[in-house]
């Protein structure tokens, strides 16, 4: 079990447009990859899609808005954006503060877009997004899906912050690999997931404090800790004063 905070990861800057604390990087994982991207205030991202991975933007802090297929969705703390393959999307900080947002990659193969890290594919692909950003458009040389941006077979979502507690946020149905949910646990309470080998985990913790054993190893969390279970370990979530909120999101392997 790997669990990671934004304090003292690798953090990527991507020029003069975003930087990004790698919490789980594809290195480590099957088809997974997880990370802090953070966009200063005012900044309006680069216009792009991709052809090899779907995402999952989960707002941790800020105000902003997440551009999918041209048209702006205004989105605060706590909501979840959906952005399939082949989806153009940009992400827009408010001028007032940063943009903070959970980062999800899940990959549709184990080329994992040819790049062998995270820094390896901001390193390639910094350039690219920096022309995207001062053009204005997703159509640059090098560019994933450029000229002819690859077709989306599935729909972008957003799903709003309603603060009602435990909610499912993504079935496999609306997907090609991921499921998401939000959780609340009570004090004392408890989730068991049985280990199957055609999941891995994520666990971004929202609030609170609790405890998620894999066998013996028992770690203590709290808000802000990235988990990262891989495929086939069982795993159990328990809430702790005054309770446990966590993100699970999911990526299928087969």
């Given amino acids: 079990m790997i669990c990671r905070n934004t304090s003292g990861v690798e953090c990527l800057k991507v020029d003069e447009l975003n930087r990004i604390s790698v919490l789980v990087d594809r290195s480590e994982t099957g088809l997974t990859e997880v990370g802090i991207n953070e966009w200063?205030?005012?900044?309006?991202?680069?216009?792009?899609?991709?052809?090899?991975?779907?995402?999952?933007?989960?707002?941790?802090?800020?105000?902003?808005?997440?551009?999918?297929?041209?048209?702006?969705?205004?989105?605060?703390?706590?909501?979840?954006?959906?952005?399939?393959?082949?989806?153009?999307?940009?992400?827009?900080?408010?001028?007032?503060t940063a943009l903070r947002y959970l980062l999800f990659n899940a990959f549709l193969d184990y080329r994992k877009e040819g790049h062998a890290t995270f820094a390896d594919h901001v390193a390639k692909t910094k350039s690219v997004r920096t022309k995207q950003a001062m053009l204005d458009t997703a159509v640059v040389e090098?560019?994933?899906?450029?000229?002819?941006?690859?077709?989306?077979?599935?729909?972008?979502?957003?799903?709003?912050?309603?603060?009602?507690?435990?909610?499912?946020?993504?079935?496999?149905?609306?997907?090609?690999?991921?499921?998401?949910e939000r959780v609340t646990l009570p004090f004392r309470s408890h989730r068991d997931y049985t280990g199957t080998g055609s999941w891995e985990h994520t666990l971004y913790i929202i609030s609170g404090a609790g405890k998620i054993g894999v066998g013996h190893d028992v770690r203590e969390v709290s808000g802000g800790d990235t988990l990262f279970i891989t495929a086939g370990k069982p795993f159990t979530c328990e809430g702790l004063d005054p309770e446990l909120s966590y993100l699970r999101i999911s990526t299928r392997l087969d």
């Fill in 40 to 96: 200063k205030a005012g900044l309006v991202g680069p216009p792009h899609s991709h052809s090899s991975k779907e995402q999952v933007f989960y707002i941790v802090s800020g105000e902003g808005s997440i551009h999918l297929s041209g048209e702006p969705n205004t989105v605060r703390p706590g909501d979840l954006v959906y952005v399939p393959v082949g989806v153009l999307h940009r992400s827009v900080a408010s001028s007032g």
């Fill in 142 to 180: 090098g560019a994933e899906g450029s000229p002819d941006l690859p077709e989306a077979v599935r729909s972008s979502k957003l799903v709003h912050n309603d603060h009602s507690g435990s909610a499912i946020l993504l079935t496999k149905s609306e997907t090609h690999r991921i499921e998401a």
